[in-house]
């Protein structure tokens, strides 16, 4: 039983879930923040290669 509740394996992978849930969040609200900044970016650039 001591064993048992010192095994901490499935700890890290608890942790690991975390981590990649908050990074999804994170990238899923920064998502509309650069693609607005980059649509703008080649939008500008598109513009001065035109001849």
Partial sequence: MKSFLK???????IEYGLIAA???VC?????PYITTAMTTKFNKIGSSLKV
Avoid: H, R, V
Wanted: aromatic share 0%.
């Fill in 7 to 13: 095994n901490d394996s499935g700890a890290t992978a």
């Fill in 22 to 24: 908050a990074m999804s």
């Fill in 27 to 31: 990238l899923l609200l920064a998502m």
